[in-house]
């Protein structure tokens, strides 16, 4: 069998179009962002917390020796700890750090499950656009049941366009919204070791240096 007798362009423009079109009826703009920007993790490692742990007790060791006041000139490039560690200069409490660390976690968390759910409904959409490409075949088919021409584009649609939406969604839709969410689970466990380094750098807190009054 040739390969490109499994190739009906009628047939995949029902399923890709119909795919697109009920997944931005469905997803907030926004949430369509999201999730197609979140393709660029698929091509990452896992995130791992290890050096901004690092870069976390180094701070904390620069904060033991001269005051947290000295942190706001640190290069921080992670938003997260940037914000966590900005909070601590300006005099946040450890609880009051760990919360703010836990907001920023769920709030990425929500962005990964946002992105995956997505993914999840294109692949849920996309068998169900493969049956309505079979109908239309079909429809087509006895439509013209006096050219043999036209039975054989009708049940090519038909088939193939179920063909098509199986494909797409077992085997590209659904594998990202897979690796998706397991990306958004490795993140988030990895994210929840930042909590107690930061609680302990915001313990570090000294008495800043008086101001000199002006005489």
């Known amino acids: ?19 697109v079109l009920v997944t931005l009826l469905r997803t907030p703009l926004h949430d369509l962002v999201a999730g197609i ?4 993790v698929l091509v990452r490692r ?15 060791r620069i904060a033991r020796k001269h005051g947290v006041f000295q942190l706001d000139r640190a290069i921080i490039a992670d938003p997260d700890v940037a ?5 601590i200069v300006d005099g946040d409490e450890p609880a009051e750090v760990e919360a703010l660390v836990r907001y920023h976690r769920g709030v990425r ?10 993914w999840a409904s294109a692949a849920e959409a996309a ?7 079979t109908l239309i075949g ?29 494909l797409l969604a077992n085997l590209v839709l659904s594998p990202i919204a897979a690796r998706l969410r397991a990306a958004g689970r ?7 070791r930042l909590e107690a380094p930061l609680a302990a750098l915001a313990a570090c807190q000294t008495p800043r240096p008086p101001l000199q009054s002006v005489a």
């Not at 920007?37 to 660029?40: G, K």
């Not at 068998?127 to 490409?133: K, L, N, R, Y």
């Not at 079909?138 to 199986?166: C, E, K, N, Q």
């Open 83 to 87: 914000a966590a560690v900005m909070a």
């Open 1 to 19: 069998m040739e390969w490109m007798t499994l190739f009906d362009p009628a047939a995949l423009g029902i399923v890709l179009g119909g795919t």
């Open 37 to 40: 920007a979140a393709l660029r």
């Open 109 to 118: 968390i929500d962005r990964h499950v946002a992105a995956a759910e997505m």
């Open 127 to 133: 068998p169900a656009m493969g049956m309505v490409g």
């Open 138 to 166: 079909l429809a087509r088919m006895f439509a013209g049941m006096s050219d043999t021409s036209a039975i054989g584009a009708g049940m090519a649609i038909a088939l193939l366009a179920t063909l098509y939406g199986a």
């Open 46 to 60: 896992p995130f791992v917390a290890d050096a901004l742990v690092a870069q976390i007790a180094a701070l904390t």
């Open 186 to 192: 490795t993140e988030a466990a990895e994210r929840a």
